[in-house]
């Protein structure tokens, strides 16, 4: 594996979950993206209040790094939101990113939201990152997956994906 998985989706949509799987299936590093983040945007989240994108693009900048180190050494595995085309292009800009977008309905990730522990996100947010929320479009490298199947599923169908990519890579 020499690419780069990105698990994306909004809050409460599984990415630790599924990334971690992943991951271990793959044999590949992990990252998660919330460890990126500025402690001025956890605060600001925390809060209630959703991040602008000035306050994204030290943060995508940060985990493009990561994702640029691992893409030329051996690849790995992150989560991140990723909502916009814009994040995509500057995550997987000149790399070999793979995008899984997991995908589900409102009330679900809401359900999930409010059913986790000592996470910053609040179920607040979640209809401002819906209304952010692109979807993956003709010309990006990727698949939809949604997310009320298992979680060991959804892995294994990023696995096929990110096989099949491969082996359309030069």
Sequence with gaps: MHSVVVVMGVAGSG?????????????????????????ANIAKMSAGTPLTD?????????????????????????????LKRSYRDL??????????????????LADRMRGR?????PVSLLDSQLADLEPLAEGEPGLELDITDPPDQLAAAAARGLAEFEGGQP
């Design 15 to 39: 990415k630790t979950t599924v990334a971690t799987l992943l991951a271990e299936q793959l044999g590949a590093p992990l990252a998660e993206a919330d460890e990126f983040h500025p402690a």
């Design 54 to 82: 000035e306050d994204r693009w030290p943060w995508l900048d940060a985990i493009a790094d990561w994702i640029r180190e691992r893409a030329h050494d051996g690849g790995g595995v992150v989560t991140c939101s990723a």
């Design 91 to 108: 995550l997987g800009r000149d790399e070999r990113v793979f995008f899984v977008h997991l995908n589900g309905s409102r009330e679900l």
């Design 117 to 121: 522990s000592g996470h910053f996100m």
